[in-house]
C-alpha cells in the first residue's frame, strides 16, 4: 500500500493521484465511525489525523504542488472533515444543509493538509541542510558540518538558501518557529 518512488517513471500528479487513491479507500474502510453519533468528535478528529491522513501524505516531502493538486487535496480533506462534523440546521427554516468551506475551517483547529505539507517540506529541507558531508548528498554543496550540530553554525549560504526555498514554497512566511495558522488567531502548527 505505501511506497513512493522517487524517479521520474512516476510523475507528482500520478503520485497524489495515487495517494489520494489510497486516502479514499482508508476513508471508506472508516466512514461508518466517522458517521457515528457514539463518538466525540475529538476522537473522530483523532481517527482522521492517524489513520487517513498518514495514508495521504507518505511521501508528501517530495511533492511540489501546483493549484490544481491543492484544490484536489482539500477537497479531499472537506469530504473527511464533512463527514466528521456532519450537517448543520438552519435556524430560521429548520432544513438541514452541507458544511460550508468556511465553517469547516473554524470548527477544525489543526492546519489543513496543505499546510501540512508544506511544513513537512520546510522540515525536511531543513533536515537535508543539517545533514554531514558524509551522510548528506547536499553536504559537500554545503560544506562540512563536523563541526556541530546546531542550526546557529550553519552558513550564511545554508540560511539564504533556505529562505528562497521557503519563499517558493509559500511566499516567505515561515517564521523558523512554525507555520502560521491564517484564520486561526494566529497559533502555530
Known amino acids: 500500500m505505501f511506497g513512493n518512488n522517487f524517479n521520474k517513471s512516476k ?10 487513491k ?3 479507500a ?3 474502510s472508516v466512514q461508518n465511525l466517522l458517521s457515528s453519533r457514539l463518538l466525540s468528535k475529538n476522537l473522530k478528529i483523532k481517527i482522521h489525523r492517524t489513520v487517513i491522513l498518514p495514508v495521504v501524505l507518505y511521501g508528501c516531502e517530495s511533492w511540489s504542488l501546483t493549484l490544481r493538486e491543492e484544490r484536489k487535496l482539500r477537497v479531499f480533506e472537506n469530504m473527511v472533515l464533512r463527514r466528521i462534523f456532519g450537517p448543520r440546521s438552519e435556524e430560521a427554516t429548520g432544513e438541514w444543509r452541507r458544511l460550508h468551506n468556511e465553517e ?3 470548527l477544525y483547529s489543526s492546519p489543513n493538509i496543505v499546510r501540512v505539507i508544506k511544513s513537512r517540506r520546510m522540515r525536511w529541507a531543513r533536515h537535508v541542510a543539517s545533514m554531514g558531508e558524509e551522510r548528506g548528498c547536499l553536504g559537500s554543496w554545503w560544506g562540512n558540518r563536523s563541526e556541530g550540530d546546531q542550526w546557529g553554525d550553519l552558513g550564511v549560504d545554508v540560511w539564504i538558501i533556505l529562505g528562497w526555498i521557503s519563499r517558493r514554497w509559500d511566499v516567505g512566511i515561515w517564521t523558523g518557529l512554525g507555520w502560521p495558522r491564517i484564520g486561526t488567531g494566529g497559533g502555530r502548527l
Open 104 to 106: 469547516l475551517n473554524d
Open 26 to 28: 482508508c476513508y471508506h
Open 22 to 24: 489510497s486516502g479514499n
Open 11 to 20: 510523475p507528482i500528479p500520478e503520485e497524489i493521484k495515487s495517494r489520494l
